[in-house]
């Protein structure tokens, strides 16, 4: 169904994997672990730039937020009206909303591709997009761009001792299936592993909502919607990763801190560049006129300049 996406985020991932393989061995765990976070660098630097694009679209929101309001306000009773001076605002000032929500609707497509390759390595499972194979056909299966021997090989890396296909909550039938790849890994062990990258990355998403928040293109929510969405970002996000995260793979696990890894340095680097190069500079009030004011005496610009440099020369 979304062969699209799974074939190229096994890909990059394959690709990786056969880059730092060749220097640290083909089964090391290590050489596994940086074949998912440069997947995920891979994946950011591609949306680098509608990255950037949506930084400044949300500035220019939060700079066109007095003018939108009086357009709403103006046309609340025609809809219609209202819609079309919004979309001639935009086109003024260069405005995409698109750019907004891009790399979001680019990233969750990927991260849900990476999760289904990741677990198709392990089809011994009986639960959702498992298959129940057996441990030997399962080694014996390719998984997209990836091999049979690169399924056993990603079977075989392990982090610290832990496999990093498996989770707190993997059930022993299937811990069992890991025996021919290093021997069968206790919870216990996995645990020694996730629970650390569990809190990294609870963390790492607390502090980029945070660095967020702060910044100033962030405060076009306002009210009472406000206090709610920041409890939402700073802390039941954060918790629902540190809930989530036993369910989740090492692999997966360790996508997510280099996501929020990027994520926090791209927000500082990004934004010390960008500065305020994209000020909306306000528009002059309608029908202004140069005219004196009633009762003022006109000016004669040009006599003004002569009279200017004549005293200059008689100086």
């Known amino acids: ?3 699209f996406v799974y074939y190229p985020v096994s890909a990059i991932l394959w690709f990786w994997h056969k880059a730092f393989g060749a220097i640290l061995g083909p089964d090391n765990g290590f050489a596994w672990v940086l074949a998912v976070v440069f997947l995920v660098f891979t994946l950011r630097l591609v949306l680098l730039r509608p990255a950037i694009a949506q930084i400044r ?6 700079q066109l937020g007095p003018e939108i309001r009086a ?5 609340s009773d025609d809809r219609q009206r209202q819609a079309f001076e919004m979309r001639k605002l935009q086109r003024e000032h260069g405005f995409n909303p698109v750019m907004g929500c891009l790399p979001a609707l680019v990233q969750a497509p990927v991260f849900l591709g990476l999760y289904h390759v990741l677990r198709s390595f392990d089809r011994t499972g009986t639960g959702w997009g498992q298959l129940g194979m ?6 014996a299966t390719a998984n997209y761009v990836f091999g049979a021997a690169d399924v056993r090989s990603f079977l075989a890396g392990r982090l610290f001792g832990a496999p990093i296909s498996t989770a707190i909550t993997t059930p022993d039938t299937v811990l069992n299936s890991f025996a021919p790849y290093g021997g069968v890994p206790t919870t216990a062990a996995i645990a020694a592993v996730a629970i650390p990258l ?16 702060a910044r100033p293109d962030s405060r076009a929510v306002a009210g009472a919607h ?3 969405t920041r409890k939402l ?19 997966i696990l360790l996508y997510w801190v280099g996501n929020n890894v990027w994520t926090y340095a791209q927000q500082h680097l990004v934004l010390a560049r960008i500065g305020d190069e994209h000020t909306v500079e306000p528009r002059p009030a309608t029908g202004h006129s140069t005219a004196p004011k009633p009762g003022a005496r006109p000016t004669n610009s040009k006599k003004s300049s002569r009279t200017k440099r004549r005293r200059g020369r008689a100086g």
């Open 1 to 3: 169904m979304l062969d």
């Open 57 to 62: 679209t949300a500035r220019k929101m939060q």
């Open 226 to 228: 406000e206090a709610i």
């Open 134 to 139: 057996t441990p030997e056909a399962n080694a």
């Open 71 to 75: 357009l709403q306000k103006k046309y």
């Open 198 to 213: 569990m809190l990294l990355a609870a963390l790492a998403t607390h502090f980029n909502a945070r660095a967020s928040l």
């Open 233 to 251: 970002l700073l802390w039941v996000f954060p918790a629902g990763v540190l809930v989530g995260g036993s369910f989740l793979m090492i692999a």
